[in-house]
């Protein structure tokens, strides 16, 4: 549930925000005509996301062994990876964000497309809605092999009531409140989130290593589940929400702390400047 909850507020913050700004800029802007355009793309994008998720949640019930671990490591290793650029992408882009999307309103409207609101808004929020989906799709996968499907409905209700903070969140950016330090917010997160990708690409190698794809370093490291087992209490806490295994394979444990320590190292280097765009002629 709390792994839901950050990744619904992590992506829902980043949606409200660009709505956000869409919304406060035809207000000031005396265009506030148009809202009902970027209210079309946002639901429009809200649906196909929902549609997105649940079509994901369903297919996976259907398949039989090795292709439902097929498809659950598979989708895990894309969940790692679209979280990964992710982090990295709203680093670099988070400065000069809002006076991005002002130029391209203000593009849109100079040119007479106001249909063009409905699209931006469309675009951005169904690139954070197939993030979301699939992210928490790889966690659902991840949480079904020990806690059940009643861990998986968690990550579902988490995901769920992150994003109705994140809207909160969104409404309070539209109205101007200064409390919000977004870009603390979104540092932590990403920390966090480097932990939680780390594990999911662990259970996707040893998806794998189950069915006999991966044969090399399919020893087991070290047994301590006398002390915390993954299957009960703070370890399966841990093994739902971070990939913790009290008796994990070698290649899975090499595989989250090279992702850790190469992700999280690069994460915290300071973010180079955005090159300014050359004016055309």
Do not use: C
């Not at 006076?99 to 391209?104: F, S």
């Amino acid at each position: 549930m709390i792994n839901g909850l950050l990744i619904g507020l992590r992506e829902g913050v980043e949606a409200s925000l660009v709505v956000g700004i869409v919304v406060a800029y035809l207000v000031r802007s005396g265009n506030r005509r148009h809202l009902p355009k970027v209210w079309a793309g946002t639901g429009a994008a809200v649906a196909v996301s929902v549609l997105l998720a649940l079509a994901l949640y369903v297919v996976v019930g259907d398949l039989g062994t090795p292709y439902e671990q097929i498809f659950e490591g598979t989708t895990m290793l894309v969940a790692t990876g679209i979280v990964t650029w992710m982090l990295f992408w709203m680093r670099s882009q988070s400065r000069g964000m809002k006076g991005h999307i002002e130029a391209e309103l203000a593009r849109t409207l100079g040119s007479g497309g106001a249909w063009g609101l409905a699209v931006l808004a469309f675009t951005s929020v169904i690139r954070e809605g197939i993030e979301a989906s699939l992210f928490v799709f790889g966690q659902i996968a991840a949480v079904r092999s020990s806690s059940g499907l009643a861990g998986a409905d968690g990550v579902l209700v988490g995901t769920l009531v992150g994003l109705v903070i994140a809207v909160a969140i969104g409404f309070a950016i539209y109205r101007g409140s200064r409390r919000i330090d977004l870009r603390a917010f979104f540092a932590w997160t990403g920390i966090a989130l480097v932990f939680v990708a780390a594990g999911l690409v662990s259970r996707a190698v040893h998806e794998f290593v189950e069915i006999g794809a991966i044969g090399v370093g399919t020893g087991t490291a070290f047994n301590v589940g006398g002390i915390l087992s993954q299957d009960r209490g703070v370890g399966s806490l841990l093994r739902a929400m971070f990939g913790y295994s009290s008796q994990p394979e070698y290649v899975t444990l090499a595989v989250y702390l090279v992702y850790v320590v190469a992700i999280l190292g690069l994460y915290l280097l300071p973010a180079r400047p955005a090159r300014p765009q050359p004016s055309r002629a």
